[in-house]
């Protein structure tokens, strides 16, 4: 007679859950770029998806948090890969090359729309506005299992100011531009603006 296993069982649960999370805002994502955001009901997204309007509250509280979960995961991405970055840059160079790294990964195509879709919004706005707080944060926290003494904390949380504000201005040029460029060459003229501020003429 078999037995279940129930950390197996767990396990199954588990991914069942992340799996039908992540179609769920897929389809959500899907559905603003092709028929924007406020004209996507949570009924059109539940039925794209194949669930119950009440599976989907199970989920998500709202549409909102379709796209703040999707922003939640870049902050988890950014605060991992400035850990990956090897400690022998300084903590500004370490965030830059942490962020380039991830921007090439992005398509121009897809964020590009993403973004109009926020920017459409002004609750999206607000959520988006509020999402850097959060990144400034993660890199902080980075920066400190990078560098743990505690005499770099103010420094620390300096750079971690300077490179989300950097981070910024590079996503809104990119997106005043309507991404003509890939993200990384907005980073690069962003940082290098950055780092010409505090040189001497």
Known sequence: MAIDNPETNEGLRERKRRETLARIAETGLRLFMTDGYENTTLEAIAEAAGISRRTFFYYFKSKEDIILVWQSNFTSLMRAAV???????????????????????YHSDQSIVLDRVIRSSPALMSASHAKYIAQEQAIFEALCEKWPQVKHRKSLRVAAMVTVGALRLAVDAWSNDNGKRPPSAYLRETFSTLEGTFQSE
Do not use: R, Y
Not at 88 to 97: A, F, I
């Open 83 to 105: 850990i990956a970055e090897p400690s022998d840059e300084t903590p500004v160079n370490t965030v830059k090359n942490a962020l380039l790294k991830l921007a090439s990964n």
